[in-house]
């Protein structure tokens, strides 16, 4: 079964539903099948080739989805591309994978150095013709199987040089079905679309619509208007990374609005320290679910349910094994080791890559005897829940010692002024490396370096405090919302 088999089934069960809505549209599973239909068409009859790869680069629109499907319907490669990236990463990306179609809106067309042996679609009244020129008309399909490349997604990690990873589609099968279970998803979801369909969202369409379920498209992510799309829309689930939630937090502690509907808050991409899960689960209820996942391995590694975190115990985990991964920690030697030691956490399963685009060295240094090697620390204890101990490359070596920057964060965000903190290592001629640290203080609020610094201290002992907290107005984010730390590394002390 291929991913877009899901969508395709749920058409003929839900064909009366609302599948997707925006602020100007709503289409029934129907009405989306049909233009998801001849979408694909139109790809197809551009080019024929089953498996040729297809750039996507929008914001979150309803014409976005319906492209994203049309591609998977039309048996082609995805490549994503996000808006929000420097155009100079887009052009690297299309020019590494040399797709043969790119679809954009004009804004952005006229900033992409697009190859001319591509074709140029401008989503809007081109495309709006396209699905015109080809309605009623089915894709042909049956080319490809479980083990073809469904999607090239870049790595966005706040570390080293971005690899295409290749996820085959029966990675994105596993995910559809560990989704589904994972959450019990049902017919009655509504989900709010509010980080990058580039990104982590992407992995939530095909579960919701497998279901039956409607996909709510805001007409932007400011908080306020996600606030009145939880409260008047009936939404049940969504995916955020942890800063869009505490700004969402935010703005509903000073609006006051109730999310009666809400069931699955999920968070990923970043940790969230103990204080922050006590401050969302007090405004938004026992409704706060995260995943451990990585685009090599998409999403859904592991899970922790809403009502995992009512143990608070379980705060500094991100969950047990989904339902089709298999999880584990190994040595550097590949030994396997027992529950409580710490090592590098390991994944095999339908879920993982099948490598990276064009880099079979890159591919056979991470995948090795069935194993994906992450380069995430961490331990499973003994009741089978992984604990992460940040990314094996950022943990500080200071004087000898380990420091796990998630570990000194968590103290730092403890602090009645600090909203957030990022901890990093900088080189040092004394310690090998230094802890540092920035924060973003919360509004009206006020703190000194020498302050932050004794908090930290009283809390962390002197090895683990920062030997510089750095203050900034804001903290310098990638595209998929993450503390970009390469940025505060070079920025040194400027804010």
Same mark, same amino acid.
Request: glycine share 8%; with cysteine.
């Given at each position: 079964?291929?991913?877009?088999?899901?969508?395709?089934?749920?058409?003929?069960?839900?064909?009366?539903?609302?599948?997707?809505?925006?602020?100007?549209?709503?289409?029934?599973?129907?009405?989306?099948?049909?233009?998801?239909?001849?979408?694909?068409?139109?790809?197809?009859?551009?080019?024929?080739? =089953?498996?040729?790869?297809?750039?996507?680069? &929008? !914001?979150? $629109?309803?014409?976005?989805?319906?492209? +994203? %499907?049309?591609? *998977? /319907?039309?048996?082609?490669?995805?490549?994503?591309?996000?808006?929000?990236?420097?155009?100079?990463?887009?052009?690297?990306?299309?020019?590494?994978?040399?797709?043969?179609?790119?679809?954009?809106?004009?804004?952005?067309?006229?900033?992409?150095?697009?190859?001319?042996?591509?074709?140029?679609?401008?989503?809007?009244?081109?495309?709006?013709?396209?699905?015109?020129?080809?309605?009623?008309?089915?894709?042909?399909?049956?080319?490809?199987?479980?083990?073809?490349?469904?999607?090239?997604?870049?790595?966005?990690?706040?570390?080293?040089?971005?690899?295409?990873?290749?996820?085959?589609?029966?990675?994105?099968?596993?995910?559809?079905?560990?989704?589904?279970?994972?959450?019990?998803?049902? =017919?009655?979801?509504?989900?709010?679309?509010? &980080? !990058?369909? $580039?990104?982590?969202?992407?992995?939530? +369409? %095909?579960?919701? *619509? /497998?279901?039956?379920?409607?996909?709510?498209?805001?007409?932007?992510?400011?908080?306020?208007?996600?606030?009145?799309?939880?409260?008047?829309?009936?939404?049940?689930?969504?995916?955020?990374?942890?800063?869009?939630?505490?700004?969402?937090?935010?703005?509903?502690?000073?609006?006051?609005?109730?999310?009666?509907?809400?069931?699955?808050?999920?968070?990923?991409?970043?940790?969230?320290?103990?204080?922050?899960?006590?401050?969302?689960?007090?405004?938004?209820?026992?409704?706060?679910?995260?995943?451990?996942?990585?685009?090599?391995?998409?999403?859904?590694?592991?899970?922790?349910?809403?009502?995992?975190?009512?143990?608070?115990?379980?705060?500094?985990?991100?969950?047990?094994?989904?339902?089709?991964?298999?999880?584990?920690?190994?040595?550097?030697?590949?030994?396997?080791?027992?529950?409580?030691?710490?090592?590098?956490?390991?994944?095999?399963?339908?879920?993982?890559?099948?490598?990276?685009?064009?880099?079979?060295?890159?591919?056979?240094?991470?995948?090795?005897?069935?194993?994906?090697?992450?380069?995430?620390?961490?331990?499973?204890?003994?009741?089978?829940?992984?604990?992460?101990?940040?990314?094996?490359?950022?943990?500080?070596?200071?004087?000898?010692?380990?420091?796990?920057?998630?570990?000194?964060?968590?103290?730092?965000?403890?602090?009645?002024?600090?909203?957030?903190?990022?901890?990093?290592?900088?080189?040092?001629?004394?310690?090998?490396?230094?802890?540092?640290?920035?924060?973003?203080?919360?509004?009206?609020?006020?703190?000194?370096?020498?302050?932050?610094?004794?908090?930290?201290?009283?809390?962390?002992?002197?090895?683990?405090?920062?030997?510089?907290?750095?203050?900034?107005?804001?903290?310098?984010?990638?595209?998929?919302?993450?503390?970009?730390?390469?940025?505060?590394?070079?920025?040194?002390?400027?804010?």
């Amino acid at each position: 079964m291929l991913p877009i088999d899901f969508f395709h089934r749920a058409v003929r069960r839900h064909a009366d539903r609302i599948a997707i809505q925006d602020p100007h549209e709503s289409l029934t599973y129907r009405e989306l099948g049909h233009r998801v239909n001849a979408f694909a068409c139109a790809l197809q009859a551009i080019d024929a080739t =089953a498996g040729s790869r297809v750039a996507l680069c &929008a !914001p979150n $629109t309803l014409e976005h989805v319906i492209a +994203l %499907l049309g591609v *998977l /319907a039309a048996e082609k490669v995805w490549v994503p591309l996000n808006a929000r990236n420097a155009t100079v990463e887009l052009d690297r990306t299309l020019a590494f994978t040399e797709p043969s179609i790119v679809i954009t809106d004009a804004e952005q067309a006229g900033k992409l150095r697009i190859d001319p042996r591509a074709q140029l679609l401008l989503l809007g009244e081109a495309t709006s013709a396209l699905l015109r020129t080809h309605a009623g008309q089915v894709p042909v399909q049956g080319r490809i199987g479980p083990e073809d490349i469904q999607a090239i997604k870049f790595t966005g990690g706040s570390t080293g040089v971005p690899k295409g990873v290749m996820q085959p589609c029966r990675a994105w099968t596993a995910g559809i079905v560990s989704q589904v279970h994972a959450y019990q998803l049902g =017919a009655d979801e509504c989900y709010l679309v509010a &980080a !990058p369909v $580039t990104h982590g969202t992407s992995t939530y +369409l %095909l579960p919701i *619509l /497998a279901q039956g379920g409607r996909l709510l498209l805001p007409s932007d992510n400011k908080p306020a208007t996600l606030a009145r799309a939880f409260a008047g829309e009936g939404v049940t689930i969504s995916f955020m990374p942890p800063t869009l939630i505490y700004m969402l937090m935010a703005e509903v502690q000073a609006s006051g609005q109730r999310f009666a509907s809400l069931r699955h808050l999920i968070y990923g991409g970043a940790p969230m320290p103990r204080e922050k899960i006590r401050a969302v689960r007090a405004c938004f209820g026992p409704v706060l679910e995260t995943t451990y996942g990585q685009t090599e391995a998409p999403q859904i590694v592991t899970v922790m349910r809403a009502d995992d975190f009512e143990d608070e115990a379980n705060w500094s985990c991100v969950g047990r094994p989904a339902l089709m991964s298999d999880v584990a920690i190994m040595d550097p030697q590949g030994q396997l080791l027992p529950a409580g030691e710490i090592g590098e956490v390991v994944v095999r399963g339908d879920l993982v890559m099948a490598g990276y685009w064009r880099q079979p060295e890159k591919s056979a240094e991470t995948l090795v005897d069935g194993w994906l090697h992450t380069g995430d620390g961490g331990f499973i204890d003994a009741r089978g829940y992984l604990v992460l101990r940040d990314r094996l490359r950022e943990v500080i070596i200071t004087g000898g010692f380990n420091v796990y920057p998630i570990d000194v964060e968590s103290v730092l965000d403890q602090h009645p002024a600090v909203h957030e903190s990022a901890v990093y290592g900088v080189d040092d001629d004394k310690w090998g490396e230094a802890v540092h640290a920035a924060v973003q203080l919360k509004p009206g609020q006020s703190a000194s370096e020498t302050e932050l610094i004794a908090f930290a201290k009283a809390h962390l002992g002197s090895v683990k405090t920062p030997k510089r907290i750095h203050i900034h107005d804001s903290l310098p984010r990638s595209v998929a919302g993450k503390v970009h730390k390469p940025t505060l590394k070079q920025q040194g002390d400027k804010p």
